[in-house]
């Protein structure tokens, strides 16, 4: 029998998470979104709006055993660590996701709520906190640290020992160099190439990779 599962996000991140889900003894019985606009995507699977909905849906009583996935990707990593927490206070488990192509190391250590998804590589002795994503064919490198929140997108490649803060976004096809510590709150521009420290709060990208501006999805949170 199959263990039930909800996500909390219903766009394209979800439609990767439900492609394998089944291979980790799942099947998805409900669909949450902030987005009063959202559409329902799969079929025969409900859809409800914010936290008014679960609770709706809570309340009639949900399945036994429940496990959930925050299917939000991007820069919103506080977004999806908040979403979490509040799945686990009403009895929601979050699940290790891993897709049956990606790599995963014996002795590398994943917090609740990581999803490591198609190609990936997750090395040696790589540790990842709460509610990371390391996105399609996505490397970690060995001893690599990542905070809680922390986003690795499509194709960037994290060298060995590297260090991240939590809920920072390392974009598409981004390399940072070994040894290199990235700040909290760091959005790492698409195809750039770090090649050395970058501070909390601020948004870098080129080759090499330069600050840009303040990170100002969080507002008030000064670097």
């Known amino acids: 029998m199959l263990r039930p599962i ?12 439900r492609e394998f889900i089944g291979t980790l003894g799942c099947e998805l019985v409900a669909l949450f ?3 009063p606009g959202a559409a329902p995507p799969f079929p025969g699977v409900p859809l409800y709006v914010g936290t008014a909905g679960f609770q709706e849906w ?8 429940l496990a959930g996935l925050v299917a939000i990707g991007g820069a919103r990593g506080r977004d999806r660590l908040a979403i979490q927490q509040f799945l686990e206070l009403h009895q929601v488990t979050p699940v290790v996701a891993v897709h049956p192509t990606a790599f995963v190391a014996r002795d590398a250590a994943l917090g609740k709520g990581c999803q490591i998804l198609a190609h990936a590589s997750v090395c040696a002795a790589v540790r990842l906190g709460e509610a990371c994503i390391i996105n399609t064919a996505a490397s970690v490198d060995h001893e690599s640290c990542l905070e809680d ?7 960037a490649v994290l060298a ?3 260090q991240v803060g939590a ?3 390392i974009g598409v096809g981004a390399v940072v160099l070994p040894r290199l510590r990235i700040g909290r709150d760091v959005i790492v521009g698409a195809g750039s190439v770090v090649t050395r420290d970058v501070p909390d709060n601020t948004v870098v990208y080129g080759n090499p990779a330069r600050i840009q501006r303040d990170n100002l999805i969080y507002p008030g949170e000064a670097r």
Do not use: E, M, Q, T
Request: net charge neutral; proline share 8%.
């Open 6 to 17: 909800i996500f909390w996000g219903a766009s394209g991140h979800a439609k990767v998470l």
């Open 160 to 162: 060995g020992c590297v």
């Open 149 to 155: 929140g922390v986003h690795v997108a499509p194709r």
């Open 33 to 35: 979104d902030n987005n």
């Open 58 to 65: 809570h309340a009639a009583a949900p399945p036994a055993d």
């Open 167 to 169: 809920h920072s976004l």
